[in-house]
């Protein structure tokens, strides 16, 4: 069966120091991969997705970048983290467009 | 612009209680709408819909879509404690990617 596994679980960071989140799919070959984030209040907001190793699409602008560098491995970073970047982010895949997203058990980020 | 709308935004409950969440959408050329339960972390996939009228049913959770009125339902029977969560709508349109809800928050008091 596939799993998808994120970490870490919780982090604080001060503002202005890098940021570096993972998240690693077991069970499954070439799959679609997402990052969300999750605001209080509001709905989950697409960030990125791949289809593909070294296939990142931005869907919204902001201080965050993504990587693929393996089959099923999504990583979310930022060099320098602004107050704005807190909040809760999930990761997410799908076995191909328009397929059932599932989730991660997310990382809560507080950026202080 | 493709939004998704969760009605109400909270809901407490008795144990018992038979409970209905609301989503509407206008979304360009919708291909499918799915409902995730999420209790503290990870959103857990509860059903996905894409034709008008067909009921999916998962024990005590129900859901339909109407996709004239733009609109499906969730229905959940007898509520329990466990039940207590947030209930996120997604709508996928032309684009492939999904477009939340902000979700309703569910209270199942014993």
């Known amino acids: 069966s596939q799993t998808i596994h994120q970490w870490p679980a919780t982090l604080v960071q001060p503002v202005g120091s890098p940021l570096s989140l993972e998240c690693t799919v077991e069970?499954?070959?070439?799959?679609?991969l997402y990052w969300y984030r999750q605001a209080a209040g509001r709905g989950l907001q697409l960030l990125f997705y791949?289809?593909?190793?070294?296939?990142i699409s931005s869907e919204v602008p902001q201080n965050l970048s993504a990587s693929r560098p393996q089959d099923r491995q999504f990583i979310l970073s930022s060099k320098k983290l602004l107050l704005s970047d807190s909040g809760f982010y999930l990761c997410?895949?799908?076995?191909?467009?328009?397929?059932?997203?599932?989730f991660g058990a997310g990382t809560r980020l507080s950026v202080l | 612009e493709d939004k998704v709308v969760q009605s109400p935004l909270s809901l407490v409950v008795h144990e018992g209680d038979t409970v209905t969440l609301n989503c509407s959408y206008e979304?360009?050329?919708?291909?499918?709408l799915l409902w995730y339960k999420q209790e503290k972390k990870a959103p857990t996939f509860l059903f996905m819909l894409?034709?008008?009228?067909i009921e999916k049913k998962s024990g005590r959770l129900s859901s339909i879509l109407d996709k004239k009125e733009l609109f499906s339902i969730l229905n959940i029977t007898a509520t329990q404690t466990g039940d207590s969560a947030v209930y996120l709508c997604?709508?996928?349109?032309?684009?492939?990617?999904?477009?939340f809800g902000t979700g309703t928050r569910l209270q199942v008091f014993p």
């Open positions: 791949s289809v593909g190793i070294g296939q």
């Open positions: 997410a895949w799908s076995r191909d467009r328009g397929d059932i997203q599932y």
């Open positions: 069970g499954t070959s070439n799959p679609n």
């Open positions: 997604a709508v996928e349109g032309v684009t492939d990617k999904l477009i």
């Open positions: 979304v360009t050329n919708f291909r499918s």
């Open positions: 894409t034709s008008s009228g």
